[in-house]
């Protein structure tokens, strides 16, 4: 990944970011914070990038990437449902009620799951199987988008030659939050399996 950000440049930012975006588990923190330390001379002797480049094509490619998961959510989610509910373990029912939940609590939900590990590259479904509304989260997804590509650019860029050392204490920060969340999507299976068998055995 590192050396087609640097063979590739902006371009491998643009791709990157909206792969990324949608759904795909690319580490960001290694593109960005790559991208970040190739706007200083440390890594080549000459900086390769522009941090505020990096930060608008990483934000807006974002952006792209999560539009692209939020439209197939909206326009697949039901028709996925009604096909192939049963063994991913939902029902038309928690499609109302997903609804319901991003009615009252989508635009914090988005906002924040836009810098969460994991559920930042995911949360752009949900929002579109729960038909949130196109202009809020393109608005909150923008934003926490720029927050996110801003703090690991700035960190590549604080870093220099040293940002490898960094990322990698940045990703042992994030661990404890990516088990947390881990176990909570184990719990939320298995609690779905459950409700799920009681529900066809009635």
Not at 25 to 52: N, R
Not at 74 to 86: F, L
Not at 149 to 162: C, D, F, R, T
Not at 168 to 177: E, G, N, S, W
Request: hydrophobic letters at 50%; a positive charge.
């Amino acid at each position: 990944m590192q050396s087609f950000v640097q063979n590739y440049g902006y371009f491998a930012l643009i791709v990157l970011s909206i792969i990324e975006s949608a759904c795909a588990p690319i580490p960001s923190e290694v593109t960005f914070g790559f991208a970040g330390a190739l706007c200083t001379t440390a890594v080549t002797g000459h900086a390769q990038f522009s941090l505020w480049a990096v930060i608008l094509i990483g934000t807006l490619g974002s952006l792209v990437g999560s539009i692209i998961a939020y439209e197939i959510g909206r326009t697949a989610g039901r028709t996925i449902v009604d096909r192939w509910g049963k063994w991913i373990l939902l029902t038309h029912k928690d499609l109302d009620a997903a609804e319901r939940w991003f009615a009252k609590y989508g635009s914090i939900s988005v906002l924040v799951g836009r810098v969460l590990p994991v559920v930042r590259s995911a949360i752009s479904v949900p929002a579109g199987i729960a038909e949130m509304r196109r202009g809020p989260f393109a608005i909150l997804t923008l934003v926490g988008s720029a927050v996110w590509v801003s703090l690991l650019a700035g960190l590549g860029y604080g870093a220099g030659s040293n940002w490898q050392r960094v990322s990698k204490d940045f990703h042992a920060a994030q661990t404890p939050m990516i088990i947390i969340i881990v176990l909570l999507l184990a719990w939320g299976f298995w609690h779905r399996l459950r409700t799920v068998r009681r529900h066809h055995s009635s």
